[in-house]
């Protein structure tokens, strides 16, 4: 029982780091840049909805200041793109790692000179509410989790799967050049998938803010769910969601049957491993150049 | 503009193209000798810390601006490197030998890592070596033993011959123990850049598919960069260990890291003089704040000291305004400068332009 009840907590975490993980790969579809500011995106969107949403700060109703966040840190991440990430553009991808960690700090920044560097907690309408049975307790905050995130998995992969749009981005994405030459508007795929990839940062911060309380540095947990995206494999939407769902069920269990350190590494041990024995993810998209 | 006649092959391959520059470069190094003399004990000891950094940058610019390879890991080198020497140190191996081996620990370890790793390449690379930055971190905090866990491990005081290297009771000792051994580290790399395996770094920098065609063995080529990068960091290491004193796992954070990054990537990547610039920027910087922050509070009551994390950002907006305007960092800006009057009326604005590339997929290897 205990050990079920260590998945189903476990399973939750890691719809979050895989959500985060979409936004990374969602970016990496599209431009092969990898944005190391994801997490920090994250924790933005969190506190901009609890900046609408909170009744000592703005006051609006829970539904509306999701709604509201998502929308601005859709144009957070569109905003990205246009201004800083485009002024790079055609530089090497080392370029972008070291402009989003930078990008990260100044988001981090920004969120403290707003709402402090002390936790603060998001108000929900589904906290503290539990179904019990059998020996389990399954909280409501858990189970929507789950259900938000598979539904935005099966959404965004349908979307790079079926659209006009997401396969656009799939082909500015595999030769820029060759998107260009068939009448693809590489730059305005990349804002929009900056864009989308902020408004899916912010459900994922809404989600993760539904645990606990959230500060300026939770932005950190971007590395974990970083590991997520490598062990299902850069540019795989379901291998990201596969990936975050694996660190979310060993961290827990290894937290309890391991030390505590060893709970800490887990995902990186595991992530390590993957890279070794497959170093393009357990959905690899690497094909070898025949020259 | 001046010409130089090359009439013999090891006029060719010469560390320095003219007299004139080999002339700047041991006036520099006399200006850096007599520093003591000059300045005050405050400024000795920033000098010294900008030393050790400038060593652990020339560290990282072996692997990000000659090999590239990205590593966002590179803390965990410096901190196996202070521990691994602290450590010999503590069980009585004298500095002269404990030094050298706390690097050459570092660099197997680095090269052990780096043999997995170079099969990724670019942005894996960089996530891997994070990833080893984690485990090294945690793993400081287990192996309490040898490392003292959370409580930290104490520096031993550094002497032979009789001298003492303390930091504290003889600066101007320590500092030219750290400007000996960069002098030494330095000399090496440069003359390193000018060799058959230096050349191969550039040659897999710039094209892994002809450098293989070439006959560089590309993999051998990569764990060797990567084991020189973590060796000469994990010296640097070994000093900061000493400059700081008393240290546990918490001075070599993830933000250790990106400070290097920014130190190799302001200064200017691919140019051993970049790691000097950005070590000069990084310890600057603060300083140039903290004057700033005291003139404004004494002069218009704004007390910049109430706004927290303002450093980090100032160093963030510096390195996004660097990579957006200036990719080639602080030394390439210089060399710009330096033609323009080298060839006074000629130059040109598009002499420097950035060639723009289509993005190459990566996962078509």
């Known amino acids: ?244 769902l694996i660190i979310g069920v060993i961290e827990p269990v290894a937290g309890r049957y391991a030390p505590g350190e060893l709970a800490k590494m887990s995902p990186y041990i595991i992530m390590l491993v993957v890279l070794v024995l497959r170093p393009g993810g357990l959905f690899s998209q690497i094909q070898m150049k025949k020259v | 503009m001046r010409y130089v006649f090359k009439t013999t092959y090891d006029r060719d391959i010469d560390l320095h193209q003219h007299g004139w520059s080999r002339a700047k470069v041991a006036v520099l190094a006399g200006l850096m000798i007599v520093l003591p003399f000059l300045v005050g004990e405050y400024y000795l000891a920033e000098a010294t810390n900008t030393l050790i950094w400038a060593l652990a940058g020339m560290g990282l610019m072996i692997a990000v601006g000659h090999t590239g390879q990205v590593s966002l890991g590179h803390a965990a080198f410096l901190a196996i490197g202070a521990y691994a020497n602290s450590a010999l140190m503590n069980v009585g191996v004298p500095f002269l030998i404990s030094f050298p081996l706390a690097g050459l620990i570092t660099g197997l370890f680095g090269a052990v890592i780096a043999i997995p790793a170079v099969r990724m390449s670019g942005i894996y690379l960089a996530i891997a070596t994070l990833a080893v930055f984690v485990i090294v971190e945690e793993m400081v905090i287990l192996l309490e033993p040898i490392t003292g866990g959370v409580g930290g491990i104490m520096a031993p005081s550094i002497q032979f011959f009789g001298i003492s290297f303390d930091r504290y009771g003889a600066l101007e000792n320590f500092y030219w123990l750290c400007l000996a051994i960069v002098i030494l580290v330095t000399w090496g790399y440069a003359n390193l850049m000018r060799s058959p395996t230096g050349r191969s770094f550039l040659a897999v920098r710039d094209s892994e598919v002809s450098a293989r065609a070439l ?120 060399l710009k400068i330096r033609t323009w009057f080298d060839i006074f009326p000629l130059a040109r604005r598009d002499m420097f332009r950035r060639q723009k590339s289509y993005l190459k997929t990566e996962r078509m290897k």
């Open chain 2, 215 to 334: 006959g560089i063995n590309v993999t051998r080529t990569k764990s060797l960069a990567f084991g020189l990068s973590t060796g000469v960091t994990g010296l640097a290491g070994a000093l900061m260990g000493h400059y700081i004193g008393f240290y546990n796992y918490e001075l070599f954070s993830i933000f250790i890291s990106i400070n290097l990054l920014l130190v190799v990537t302001i200064g200017g990547l691919g140019f051993i003089q970049g790691a000097f610039l950005g070590a000069i920027l990084i310890t600057a910087v603060p300083q140039v704040i903290a004057i700033l922050r005291d003139g404004l509070n004494a002069n218009f009551g704004i007390n910049l000291g109430s706004i927290p994390g303002l450093d980090t950002m100032i160093f963030a907006a510096i390195l996004i305004l660097f990579i957006i305007f200036e990719p080639a960092g602080l030394y390439g800006r210089w």
């Open chain 1, 1 to 244: 029982m205990e050990f079920l009840q260590l998945i189903i907590g476990g399973l939750a975490n890691g719809c979050i780091y895989g959500l985060v993980a979409l936004g990374f790969v969602m970016i990496y579809k599209a431009s092969e840049g990898v944005n190391f500011a994801q997490g920090d995106m994250m924790m933005l969107g969190a506190f901009v909805a609890l900046g609408i949403g909170n009744t000592d700060q703005m006051g609006l109703p829970f539904g509306i200041a999701v709604i509201l966040a998502m929308a601005i840190m859709f144009a957070v991440g569109w905003g990205v793109e246009r201004v800083v990430v485009r002024q790079i553009f055609g530089q090497p991808q080392f370029a972008l790692v070291i402009l989003t960690i930078a990008m990260g700090f100044v988001f981090r920044f920004v969120a403290g000179s707003i709402w402090g560097y002390t936790p603060l907690v998001l108000e929900t309408p589904f906290a503290g509410q539990n179904f019990r049975g059998g020996g389990l307790v399954v909280g409501l905050a858990d189970l929507v989790t789950i259900g938000v995130t598979l539904a935005l998995t099966l959404a965004l992969w349908a979307f790079f799967a079926f659209t006009k749009i997401g396969l656009a981005a799939q082909a500015a994405s595999q030769n820029q050049m060759a998107a260009y030459i068939v009448g693809v508007p590489v730059m305005r795929i990349n804002s929009l998938i900056w864009g989308l990839s902020g408004a899916v940062a912010t459900v994922a911060g809404v989600l993760y803010a539904t645990k606990g309380a959230i500060d300026p540095n939770i932005g950190l947990l971007g590395i974990k769910a970083f590991a997520a995206a490598v062990i299902g494999g850069m540019g795989s939407l379901p291998g990201a969601l596969l990936g975050g």
